[in-house]
Each structure stands twice: as structure tokens, then as C-alpha cells.
């Protein structure tokens, strides 16, 4: 997730090379019209902004794939449909991975879910359990929307359902332990409000007259690691999951009029009168995310076999192909740098988050607002490749985003720079992370004294969060380029990516990757910027 943050960069001009783009899909026009070197008072702006002309997408020129609904396709597709073809084998990765078979039929009217959801559940912690636990997140803010469970069996047995945490934590027992290496295998019932022009943690769930938002609303089992099953929930400006990568079968029973967008891949649609019933097929992938729509157009675009699809509304047409030119090209930048993306599609969603924008496996959404602000062009262009690197970092290799939430997101930081270095070159980069992290981190010192970037988020109050994750952890990573070198800095990087894929990494598998692929010790770094 990306906060907006009100930060004004001064630039000097000819710091800013031209745009040197990696084959980008989407063509500039002959002649691109340049943006004004000047932004309004109090906007958000980066390099690229200033003194230069910038790609005008041409809707005439981009290559688009086909728009036709898919073919209705028999029940019996495979788990990895989501997968691109040379990473079909990747399930193979996960051992005894979490299943989840999910039908949700949602209200004429989109107020309402009625859910029923079987998981398949397999005790790998190496401890005997006396149940298992369930994050309900659509409860997180309290009246606004909410979940109730009706029921929860275990075969043929009603189990019992304790709830804590304000109904965001449901421990479910059945009266038998959980040996290790065991299955349980439960089917719910439930019902979801959703709530109208919510507030609540950035207006991520939520319905509008334009866009409804269903972020990660089912009932998920938390991740257990050697701290034992987490429950936490952060404050309202801290990302909540932290969950395996696991597999979904859902089918999503709506009015007909409503497109679905939705993570994984659409593989069957089943017309029903005036609804019709699609499933998505989402594996391996961390959760679960839907967004439902009959206001969004698309545009879409192809990075070799991966389908790039940027929603927007109507009258945000021109930016909406922005955004596609912006994750296409950040979509390139991270395969090169980190790794191949390994997932057939991603989408780019228009959302009304008061967020810059949140991440969700192959789902990013970005505030509409940055979609109509010319003035905050430029970080909407980071928003944009923020929330792409998050597929890196966070949809496929997981960490615990409560306690140490610097994994992800000051790394994602830094990967956003990346970016900005390979496509406007390094001296926009470097102006970024001088006038934005290092701006940040001065300005959070002299404001809370010299706090790690390491912390948790509730060891934070909001402010304080974005100086030091989002300002001072990006610069870590800075520190430790200078330090080894690009060539081990970033092999240490895809060496990350490639052990961790799917699975969920601590502090150390990172400090260990950059150790093992420079042959230095970058303790003492670790420990004067991250501070753990």
C-alpha cells in the first residue's frame, strides 16, 4: 500500500534525462505534448514532471488483445490456470498448500453477500492443534459492513466458533486435536455487508456508485511461523494480511450488467437469467481480491504472454492508458531486475481508496483522485509502479506486514526507484530518493529522533510511519547497493525472489541473500537503518 503524502519536490531540470523506455507496448505519438514544468502549490510531484515531454498514448496504437468474453470452459480446469505455461509446475512448489473453494452470491443491489466456502486445511506448523484460527477482515471497521459466520461445520459436526479482536479473529474447534501433517477440511456459511462510501481504512471495502471493492472480505487462515498463529491487526494505515499463498477456486454469482475483476484467471461463465456466475481459478496466491463494475472501461495490453489490463472510468480514458503504458513498462523493469512475473494477467483498477494506492495478488488498484489531478501526475506514476513491484514483494514472496511491514514496503520503496532509474535515468532516481526518502527521514528525525525503520506498524502513529518506513527503509537499500555493488545487490535480490516464491520470508532470509551473493556482512547496516 502507498500512502498519499502532501510532498512537494524541488528539481533542478537538467537532472532529468529523457525517458529511455524498455520496448514499451504502448507508442508514443509523433509529437507527445509536454506537461507543465510547473506544479500547482501543495502537489505531489516526482522528476519526471518537469521540463520535458512525456508519452501521449495514442489509443490507435496500442496493441490490444481481444476483448470477447471467454469461451465457457468445463469444470474440470486446472489448479494452474492462473500460471503462465512455463510456470505451470509452480503448485509443485507448495506442499500440502491451503484450499479454498469459494461461492459468493451477491445482492441485486450489491449490498450484500451470501457465502458458502469450503477450505481444505493442512496442519503443517509441527505442533498439535486444538483448532484453527480465522482473520474476518471485512469486521476491521466497525460499522462499516461487517461479516457474520452462520455456521461452520467439520463433517458432520457443528463446530464452535469463538470470536475476539472485535470479530476480526474466529478460533474454530471441532473437539478433536489437529496432529501435524493432518488435513481438516470445513465448509462455512456466511453472510457479508457491504458497506456505502465507507471511510474506514482508506475506503478499501466498499461499494460506490461506480466501483465495489472486496478486498480479502472472506474468512482466511493467518499465517503461523515460529511466533505461533498472528492475530494482530494493525491501525488503520497498516496493511492487515499475512497469509500462505494457497489456492482459490471461486465463483462469483452477480446481475449480468456487472463486470467482475478479479485476482487470477477468469475460466468459465455460466449465464443464469438476468446474473451470471464466473469462476476464477487464483493459485498459487496469497488471498483473494474482487471488484465489481458497470461504469469501468478497459485497455489492455500484452507483455509477451502476460495480459495487462488498465480500468478506469470513462472520462479518465486518457490517464487510464497512461497507467497501462506505466505498469506495462514497470512490469519489464521487474522482470529484468528481480524475476520473471509468473501469473498470466494483471489488472490496474481506478478505485475510490483514499490510499495512493493497495496491492493485492494480480490486482492494483489507484485513487481515482490521482486519475484527475494534473498536479499530481508524476506520483501517480509511482503509485502506479509501487503497486506493481508489490507483486514481487508481498503477492509472491510474502512477510508478516503487521510486525515488520519494512519488508515489503520500503523494499517496494526502493523498487519504485529502480524504475524511475532504468526508464528516466539515474539521476531522476537519485533526485527521488534525495527529495522524497531523504526529505522524509530528516524531516521524521527531527520530528521523533532517529526511530528504526524496523519497528511494527502500531509502534508508529501515521505520520511516523511513512518518515520511516516509506522515508528511511528505502535508503537502506540504497546503502546497501553502495556497499556490494550493483552486480551482487541485485543477484542477491533475484536469489530472494526465487527461494521465497510463494512462501513467506523473515528479515534474515534477506540480510542472508545479500551476505551470501556479496561475501560481505551487512549486519552492521541492517542494524543502523533498520534497527532490529
Known amino acids: 500500500m502507498l500512502r498519499q503524502l502532501a510532498v512537494l ?34 502537489a505531489t510531484v516526482l522528476p519526471s514532471d518537469f521540463g520535458k515531454t512525456r508519452p501521449t498514448l495514442d489509443a490507435n496504437a496500442a496493441p490490444t488483445l ?59 506448523t509441527g505442533k498439535t492443534l486444538d483448532g484453527i484460527y480465522l482473520r474476518l477482515f471485512a469486521n476491521a471497521t466497525p460499522g462499516e459492513g461487517g ?8 463433517g458432520e459436526r457443528q463446530a464452535d466458533i469463538t470470536l475476539s479482536q472485535n470479530d476480526t479473529v474466529a478460533h474454530v474447534a471441532w473437539g478433536e486435536p489437529l496432529e501435524p501433517g493432518r488435513a481438516f477440511e470445513a465448509t462455512l456459511d456466511y453472510t457479508i455487508k457491504i458497506p456505502k462510501d465507507a471511510k474506514g481504512r482508506y475506503g478499501d471495502f466498499t461499494q460506490t456508485s461506480w466501483l465495489t471493492t472486496l478486498p480479502t472480505i472472506y474468512p482466511i ?11 494482530e491487526t494493525p491501525p488503520e494505515y497498516g496493511d492487515v494480511v499475512y497469509a500462505d499463498s494457497s489456492a482459490y477456486d471461486v465463483v462469483i454469482d452477480a446481475p449480468a450488467e456487472y463486470q467482475v475483476i478479479a485476482s487470477g484467471e477468469l475460466v468459465q461463465e455460466t449465464p443464469q437469467g438476468n446474473r451470471i456466475a464466473r469462476r476464477f481459478i487464483a493459485a498459487p496466491m496469497r488471498d483473494f481480491n474482487a471488484n465489481l463494475t458497470d461504469v ?17 472510468k470513462p472520462e479518465d480514458a486518457a490517464q487510464g492508458k497512461r497507467a497501462l503504458d506505466w505498469a506495462v513498462n514497470a512490469l519489464r523493469v521487474y522482470e529484468k531486475r528481480f524475476g ?21 495478488p494480480g490486482v492494483v488498484t489507484v485513487a481515482s483522485n490521482l486519475y484527475r489531478d494534473a498536479g499530481q501526475t508524476s506520483f501517480f506514476e509511482f503509485a502506479t509502479a509501487h503497486e506493481v513491484a508489490h507483486q514481487w514483494f508481498y503477492s509472491v514472496v510474502g512477510s508478516d506486514q503487521v510486525n515488520h511491514p519494512w519488508l515489503d514496503e520500503a523494499l517496494v520503496q526502493y523498487a519504485t526507484t529502480v524504475y524511475f532509474e532504468d526508464r528516466y535515468g539515474l539521476a531522476v532516481a537519485e533526485q527521488i530518493r534525495r527529495d522524497y526518502f531523504e526529505a522524509q527521514y530528516q524531516d521524521g528525525k527531527s520530528q521523533y529522533g532517529n526511530l528504526p525503520a524496523g519497528l511494527p506498524v502500531g509502534a508508529y502513529d501515521e505520520n511516523a510511519y511513512s518518515k520511516f518506513v516509506y522515508g528511511k527503509g528505502p535508503l537502506f537499500f540504497q546503502a546497501v547497493r553502495d556497499q556490494i555493488g550493483d552486480d551482487a545487490f541485485f543477484r542477491a535480490l533475484q536469489n530472494y525472489y526465487r527461494e521465497f516464491k510463494y512462501l513467506n520470508a523473515q528479515p534474515q532470509d534477506l540480510i542472508h541473500a545479500f551476505n551470501q551473493a556479496s561475501g560481505q556482512d551487512i549486519t552492521p547496516l541492517y542494524l543502523a537503518w533498520i534497527g532490529q
Not at 469461451?71 to 505451470?88: E, K, W
Not at 461479516?147 to 467439520?154: D, K, Y
Not at 487462515?221 to 492475530?231: E, K, N, S
Not at 469501468?296 to 480500468?311: F, H, Q, R, Y
Open 9 to 42: 519536490f524541488i528539481l533542478c531540470v537538467s537532472a532529468c534525462a529523457a525517458p529511455t523506455p524498455l520496448a514499451p507496448t504502448i507508442a508514443p505519438t509523433a509529437s507527445p505534448a509536454p506537461l507543465p514544468t510547473m506544479a500547482p502549490a501543495g
Open 66 to 124: 481481444p476483448t470477447a468474453a471467454p469461451a465457457t470452459t468445463p469444470a474440470t480446469v486446472g489448479a494452474d490456470a492462473a500460471l503462465r505455461p512455463q510456470f505451470s509446475q509452480d503448485l509443485e512448489r507448495l506442499q500440502n498448500e491451503t484450499r479454498y473453494f469459494i461461492q459468493w452470491d451477491v445482492s441485486d443491489d450489491l449490498g450484500e453477500i451470501h457465502g458458502r466456502q469450503r477450505v481444505h486445511y493442512v496442519n503443517r
Open 147 to 154: 461479516i457474520e459466520i452462520h455456521q461452520i461445520m467439520v
Open 221 to 231: 487462515i493467518p499465517a503461523y511461523d515460529a511466533q505461533g498463529w498472528h492475530l
Open 296 to 312: 469501468l472501461e478497459k485497455t489492455l495490453a500484452a507483455v509477451d504472454d502476460i495480459t495487462v489490463t488498465s480500468w478506469y
Open 340 to 360: 520473471p512475473y509468473p501469473f498470466r494477467s494483471l489488472n490496474v483498477v481506478e478505485s475510490p481508496t483514499t490510499a495512493g494506492g493497495i496491492e493485492y
